[in-house]
T-cell receptor, first 113, second 110 residues
Framework: NAGVTQTPKFQVLKTGQSMTLQCAQDMNHNSMYWYRQDPGMGLRLIYYSASEGTTDKGEVPNGYNVSRLNKREFSLRLESAAPSQTSVYFC????????????FGPGTRLTVL | EDQVTQSPEALRLQEGESSSLNCSYTVSGLRGLFWYRQDPGKGPEFLFTLYSAGEEKEKERLKATLTKKESFLHITAPKPEDSATYLCAVQAAGNTPLVFGKGTRLSVIA
């Protein structure tokens, strides 16, 4: 049981390049989330998926797109990276019943030059 | 708008020196208050969920309490391995996303 996994762990992009951050969970959770964490700003929600087939915007969705590929996988895409998107990105998942806590992945550290 | 404020931003303790971290919140109908621990370079690790005022949860040297306006994370006789950033988050009524505070960075010195 690996929990929530994220790839890659580190990435450096040039301004304007695109990339997709991958997230997978093996806990059979329905809800999945993408956050970014910046110094002094805390964790901010980018997008979430309450269940397979649905996605919703969070607090800071501009410049990002998401895909809920299936129940296990939720990807985050940067179509044209900007230096302001330099951050640490975390994926999380949550079960539908029995508790509302989210479980987080190890993060992806992204630098946009 | 739901808000979470954590204080202090940073706290430095000697080993064995007990203290408390504060999480003040405003939310439309609290569904749950969550405490997480985050070590440098890692994702947040779930510690506790509190659902109603008066509730308390304990785990080793940590004890979380909840009132209608704030939560405290009490650390009793801390050890250096308790050094981490502690995050607080709230969930409003309905299946709404969590709102996180900015965290308290705790350093415990041997």
């Amino acid at each position: 049981n690996a929990g929530v996994t994220q790839t890659p762990k580190f990435q450096v992009l040039k301004t304007g390049q695109s990339m997709t951050l991958q997230c997978a969970q093996d806990m059979n959770h329905n809800s999945m989330y993408w956050y970014r964490q910046d110094p002094g700003m805390g964790l901010r929600l980018i997008y979430y998926s309450a269940s397979e087939g649905t996605t919703d915007k969070g607090e800071v969705p501009n410049g990002y797109n998401v895909s809920r590929l299936n129940k296990r996988e939720f990807s985050l895409r940067l179509e044209s990276a900007a230096p302001s998107q330099t951050s640490v990105y975390f994926c999380a998942s949550k079960r539908t019943s029995g508790g509302n806590e989210q479980f987080f992945g190890p993060g992806t550290r992204l630098t946009v030059l | 708008e739901d808000q979470v404020t954590q204080s202090p931003e940073a706290l430095r303790l000697q080993e064995g020196e007990s203290s408390s971290l504060n999480c003040s919140y405003t939310v439309s109908g609290l569904r749950g208050l969550f405490w997480y621990r985050q070590d440098p370079g890692k994702g947040p690790e779930f510690l506790f969920t509190l659902y109603s005022a008066g509730e308390e949860k304990e785990k080793e040297r940590l004890k979380a309490t909840l009132t209608k306006k704030e939560s405290f994370l009490h650390i009793t006789a801390p050890k250096p391995e308790d050094s981490a950033t502690y995050l607080c988050a709230v969930q409003a009524a309905g299946n709404t996303p969590l709102v996180f505070g900015k965290g308290t960075r705790l350093s415990v010195i041997a």
